[in-house]
């Protein structure tokens, strides 16, 4: 059987009890799965999460620690609210007191809250729910003194109320507490007796039976709405269930036939309903289950062959995913385990189930959010209607064949008159296999119904659709089937690429636009995939990067690609090769628009509002400074965000954004320069040359020249920004610059950090330098490696074609000069900035007034005006060879030394 080991723990019984909640699903969909695991001293409670149906699970997180409470904590139930904050109930190990701490949602994670004591003294095995009118009830007993309480809480369980203190006749199971209307059901298991205590502001009792074993039996309780409610223990020929009607309770449906089934638990989704057990088959005890829908049970099935602890199958009282899940513990290794059932239609003789790790290709609902309607004449399948039609019924079998590739949809079926007696039974198949038995009662009465098969069939060629007429009432007219099948486009085609965040689909104003701040990225096609060979992207700077993907059911099941995003440098299309479901290998590229955030923010703000475009559809949004006091929520519009500033001082801040359409929020956190005074920077005016001094925190961007009041000239000077960290790995012999930027000719260049692999022969020369550049020919970073004559390495490299950065270089010596230095024998024990003031020509013909204008890219500008002066400095370097004793070799004298010292000087002369 396929199935998820979850973990491997050394607590006993880590998901007892199968009364107790140990899984629950969120709006969004996740699974969250909780047990008892050994922690740091002692025993906590802790909780797995899964965002893509339990394929994949986070590392546990502590619910509750040892640490939290002076004892281990015993049994636990859980219950989830309609804004997902969890509930946690539970004893300690000695059975001594109550306890309970709620678990608020935000943001897709949970934060704990405190913890409230609820009930000191004997009490165990607690169960949890909340009133109609919000109140949290918690039920729980003690069997050694054959009582049951219940407390409630009108203050987010912070006080308790008992509300009961009843007596028993023997060993008690309180199972479960519900609400029922403005009410609230206990079940318990009282002895023989099977009983349901009712609290509407007073107590009454009512017994569904009283012929079950004196034993401390295991009972579950589902409520599915007030008229719908389930309740399954086991008894001495197996297990049980018993339906409540909304009026009534039944005598019970034998679910399972040996007395040692034990631990049943329910679950639904959609309209099914799931039942979970502990089944012993006379030599190993398995874990089994069966279905039941429209009042007709299917066969038992085992997802187990061998021995197990116990089981717990999520009450998911509506899941629009369409499956039920359950986790239990092997009895001998503590193995956690959990497993997922796709429910479709039952038929007795073979229930229609798949489980987790079988390949499945089906349209399945899509329960997620979406930020803007995707069109859908692009990506849904084509309908197909096969019609069959009987103006007087008679037994017959009518088949259509099939040659299209797709699933079986659903049908419809319409009857004029239903007859005076007896009943009209058809049988409906595809591809030979029986999908649906459909009774019509005769009445006299015009009949019509339709029937989904919620896209949960194979997907596989059809060979063909049939309905067989098995029998007829007398005097019925006119039967009319049609049933639809759905099928894909001949070419799989990708929809769209999006965004997931928080468990939610984020797509924006272009359909392929792509958000770093997201949490995945995904690629939707218009069917689904057999497998995925690899999935690539193109940066900017003609970088190829490559992704880990994953496939995952989206629009159709196993038709989205995710993938982890990627923020280090612009990416401009995808390149996907996958196999579809025929096995052909298929390669597509996909342009996409990427985004850093969001919203489109410059890296710069300098006045105190900005404006800022959503790249997201959005209903609303709000903003904060640190997460704590929050802007008032505002209405975008035509997409546009104002941002107020006023209130923050210089420097570099953090903004958060959160935006919200429906019930949900994408948040993000962008950082942010924030500077309002004038930039830093001074021009010195020479005789045909200006130096720049230019010190500001954001980065220049222009320079622009004026003779007598007019533009003459406009330098583009490149400034860096980043490149803070070298990574050095001598016995590697690689060198590892940081991310960086470089801005040249008002155009921004992002180097994505690449390690570099020095030459073999580096070290036999001690005339070595590794030089970062940008190279203004291909607008890309490079390095050049040089071990020519040191005086020539940096006069007689390209300048026009190669801006150097940082200088790296071997043991040296430091002299009065900066910017030179003499290499050893280590490797790259410094680095040399080679960042300088730009100098720019002017003219000397004429006499004018010069002014200059210095801009910085957040678009602030400075103006300098002076008059020229006429002495300016040229730097002259003199090389001095020394031996041992300091004598001075002077340039063609002949010597036998080894031991020479260099040294460079520099002179200022006019």
């Known amino acids: 059987m396929a199935y998820t080991l979850i973990d491997t723990v050394t607590t006993p019984n880590p998901t007892i009890d199968s009364n107790q909640r140990k899984l629950v699903e969120t709006t969004l969909g996740t699974i969250v799965l909780f047990s008892r695991v050994e922690g740091a001293v002692g025993i906590d409670i802790k909780y797995k999460i899964s965002t893509d149906g339990g394929t994949t699970w986070s590392s546990w997180n502590a619910a509750l620690a040892v640490g939290d409470v002076a004892d281990n904590p015993g049994d636990f139930d859980i219950y989830i609210d309609t804004n997902n904050d969890i509930l946690l109930t539970w004893s300690v190990s000695t059975g001594a007191s109550i306890k309970y701490r709620k678990l608020t949602y935000s943001g897709g994670s949970w934060s704990n809250g405190t913890i409230y004591t609820v009930r000191t003294g004997n009490a165990k095995i607690p169960c949890i729910t909340r009133r109609a009118n919000g109140d949290i009830w918690i039920g729980a007993n003690h069997s050694s003194t054959n009582k049951v309480w219940a407390w409630d809480s009108v203050d987010e369980g912070v006080n308790w109320v008992k509300r009961a203190e009843t007596a028993t006749a023997s060993n008690p199971n309180l199972t479960d507490i519900i609400p029922k209307g403005s009410d609230i059901w206990f079940i318990v298991r009282d002895g023989a007796e099977l009983v349901i205590l009712k609290w509407s502001g007073s107590w009454a009792s009512d017994v569904i039976t009283n012929t079950l074993p004196v034993s401390n039996g295991t009972v579950n309780v589902l409520k599915v709405s007030d008229s719908e409610i389930y309740i399954a223990t086991n008894t001495a020929s197996g297990i049980v269930l018993y339906t409540y009607n ?129 069109y859908e004449n692009k990506f849904c399948p084509n309908l197909i209607n096969f019609e069959y039609k009987w103006d007087i019924p008679t037994i017959n079998v009518s088949t259509s064949p099939i040659t299209v590739y797709g699933c079986l949809y659903g049908y419809s079926i319409f009857m004029k008159d239903t007859g005076s007696a007896g009943s009209t039974i058809l049988n409906i198949y595809a591809a030979g296999v029986l999908k649906k038995t459909v009774t019509i009662a005769a009445a006299n009465s015009e009949y019509s119904d339709i029937y989904y098969f919620g896209m949960t069939d194979e997907l596989k060629t059809l060979d063909e659709l049939t309905v067989k007429v098995i029998q007829v009432a007398e005097n019925s007219s006119l039967l009319k089937v049609n049933i639809y099948q759905m099928s894909f486009p001949f070419k799989i085609e990708p929809l769209f690429v999006g965004n997931l965040k928080d468990g939610s689909l984020v797509t924006g104003t272009d359909y392929n636009l792509i958000v770093s701040s997201a949490d995945y990225w995904v690629i939707e096609f218009n069917q689904p995939i057999k497998s995925i060979s690899s999935v690539e992207a193109l940066g900017i700077n003609t970088d190829i990067v490559s992704f880990t993907p994953t496939l995952e059911n989206g629009l159709f099941k196993n038709s989205r690609i995710k993938i982890n995003t990627y923020s280090a440098l612009a990416l401009s299309k995808f390149t996907i090769i996958l196999q579809d479901t025929l096995g052909q290998s298929q390669s597509f590229n996909i342009n996409i628009n990427h985004s850093k955030y969001a919203s489109v923010f410059p890296p710069y703000v300098t006045s105190t509002s900005l404006t800022v475009l959503s790249i997201l559809n959005i209903e609303s949004y709000r903003y904060s400074f640190d997460e704590i006091s929050w802007s008032a929520t505002s209405s975008p519009i035509n997409n546009t965000l104002d941002i107020d500033f006023s209130s923050q001082s210089e420097g570099n801040i953090v903004l958060y954004m959160q935006y919200s359409n429906g019930s949900i929020v994408y948040s993000e956190s962008i950082p942010i320069a924030y500077y309002t005074s004038t930039l830093n920077s001074n021009v010195i005016f020479g005789k045909n040359v200006l130096e720049l001094d230019y010190s500001d925190e954001v980065p220049i961007d222009k320079i622009e020249v004026y003779y007598d009041g007019n533009l003459a000239d406009t330098i583009n000077p490149t400034s860096f920004t980043g490149f803070d960290t070298l990574v050095k790995d001598e016995s590697e012999r690689t060198l590892q610059m940081s991310l960086g930027t470089v801005y040249y000719k008002n155009n921004a260049y992002a180097y994505s950090s690449s390690v570099y692999s020095l030459l073999a022969n580096v070290a036999v020369s001690p005339y070595w330098l590794a030089l970062f550049c940008f190279n203004t020919s291909t607008n890309s970073f490079e390095w050049v490696e040089v071990y020519s004559d040191l005086m020539g390495t940096i006069q007689n490299l390209p300048s026009y074609l190669l801006i150097i950065h940082k200088v790296f270089y071997s043991t040296y010596t430091v002299l009065d000069t900066p910017d030179i230095r003499f290499p050893g024998t280590v490797l790259f024990n410094g680095i040399d900035e080679r960042q300088e003031p730009p100098k720019i020509a002017i003219s000397t013909e004429g006499s004018h007034d010069v002014s200059v204008k210095v801009y910085d890219i957040a678009g602030r500008v400075l103006t300098f005006e002076g008059e020229t002066i006429e002495t300016l400095f040229t730097n002259y370097y003199t090389l001095v060879v020394t031996d041992a004793l300091s004598n001075i070799i002077k340039p063609g004298q002949i010597h036998f030394e080894t031991d020479l010292t260099y040294t460079i000087t520099r002179e200022d002369r006019i």
């Open 246 to 374: 909304g009026s009534s309770w039944d005598a019970g449906t034998a679910i399972s036939d040996n007395v040692n089934d034990t631990q049943p638990s329910l679950g639904t989704s959609q309209t099914y309903v799931a039942i979970v057990w502990k089944d012993y088959d006379g030599s190993n005890y398995n874990v089994a289950y069966k279905t039941n829908s429209a009042g007709s049970w299917g066969a038992q099935v085992n997802l187990t062959d061998d021995a197990v602890e116990d089981t717990r199958i999520a009450a998911i009282e509506s899941s629009a995913s369409g499956k039920i899940y359950t986790v239990w513990t092997r009895i001998n290794s503590y193995d956690i385990v959990f497993d997922s059932a796709i429910i479709s239609a039952t038929n007795q003789l073979s229930p229609i189930f798949q489980f987790a790790g079988v390949d499945r290709h089906a349209l399945i609902p899509n329960p997620e959010f979406q930020w803007k309607s995707i």
